[in-house]
């Protein structure tokens, strides 16, 4: 879980209409013990009042440079200083312009050309603006800054348009906050191998059957792995989730692709987490053109693919983790598999409990050890519940490091 208590963070809200959106990322870095103060934009509050902000976080909310400051100093200075990280959520192109070309005539502008902390911002707009080269060069230099960005959601906009430009999900937020207010880098030097989402197998050119994975889960523990220093590889089956960067992708489609991908870079590796929901079975053969209908009942002759896990064998990683999503029996069904696919640790996901599931943030999951310990987590973050793991299997890693397993 991410503790960042009496951690230090400024958030700029700046005018887009996802700027309501922040008063939840406030809450919940509230929910993680940090003191938040919030600067806003005049434009942000046309969309949101500054109201809002103080009534959450019990500071008052910094508008403007010249008025209704206390504190001893100049108010951006002050606030610049006492930062340990600056978040703005939403970035809007224009603070995203003027940030990058050293710009300062508000509140915000002049705190974040005055902060040395590190700085983050979660871009939101319409696609035609996302897309312009003026601001995508803009992203380019505040990365060159040292700013961190956190990817834009593909989805519905608000003009009810689809395309880039939706501000992240607050998981994804307060993740990325987190990691920078808590630079934990005890994966450092570790090669982790993460699969993650569906499998698709084809029946025929225009059919196929897949599962509800949406890959979210697999693609925490990669980004917090990354994050804590881990040098990773992700197998990813088809989804629709931005690629994070700072890791190898190899992207697959069907079981046996990821057999293959999972297989070929096993070697080496420090740990390998089977997040991916692999189909059990695949069409026995694909038929080369559409299939017509005809008689009232149609049988598709199924065969079993390559359970991966158990296939590891002989490139078995140090820590080997798998996962369990269950509907029934769960805890029994996932303790046998731990035992059957010789794993140290199965993380077990009831999908029909409140607030777990597949395309959620969040995830309810018991992760169960080789040595028979069960450990229940609550309702968290999958972003959380991803760093649960980690801290498992860097206990693991450690633990045969020092050969004390
Ligand atoms: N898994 C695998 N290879 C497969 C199928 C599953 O490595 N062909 C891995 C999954 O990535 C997961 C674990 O095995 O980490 C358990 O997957 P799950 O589908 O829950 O279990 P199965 O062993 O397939 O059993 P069942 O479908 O009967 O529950």
Sequence with gaps: MAHLTDRRIVLGVSGSISAYKSAEVVREL???GADVRVIMTASAAEFIGPMTFSALTGNSVAMDQFSGYAGPGEAHIDLAMWAEVLAVVPATANIIGKAANGLAD?????TLLACEAPRCFAPAMNFRMMRHPAVLSNLETLKSHGCFIIESAFGPLANGEVGEGRLADTGHIIQAISALADPRRDLEGKRILVSAGPTVEPIDPVRYLTNRSS????????????????DVTLIAGPNRLESPRNMRIVPIITAEEMCNAVI??????????????????????????????????LVLEME??????????????????GFAVETNNGLEYAGNKLREKNLDMIVFN???????GFDGETNIVTLLHRDGRHQELPLMLKSEVADCILDEIASILRASDTGTS
Excluded: C, F, W
């Excluded at 069409?283 to 008689?295: L, M, N």
């Excluded at 009831?350 to 777990?356: L, N, R, Y």
């Design 350 to 356: 009831d999908v029909t409990a409140e607030g777990a």
């Design 106 to 110: 508000d509140m915000l502008s002049t």
């Design 264 to 297: 070929g870079h096993a070697e080496n590796q420090d740990a390998v987490i089977m997040a991916a929901a692999v189909a059990d079975y695949r069409p026995k053969s694909v038929a080369d053109q559409k299939i017509k209908k005809g008689a009232d009942s």
């Design 30 to 32: 509230l929910a993680t």
């Design 215 to 230: 890959g979210k889960m697999g693609y925490a523990v990669a980004s917090m792995a990354a994050q804590r220093g881990a």
């Design 304 to 321: 079993r693919t390559t359970d991966i896990l158990t296939a590891l064998g002989d490139h078995r990683p140090q820590a080997l983790v």
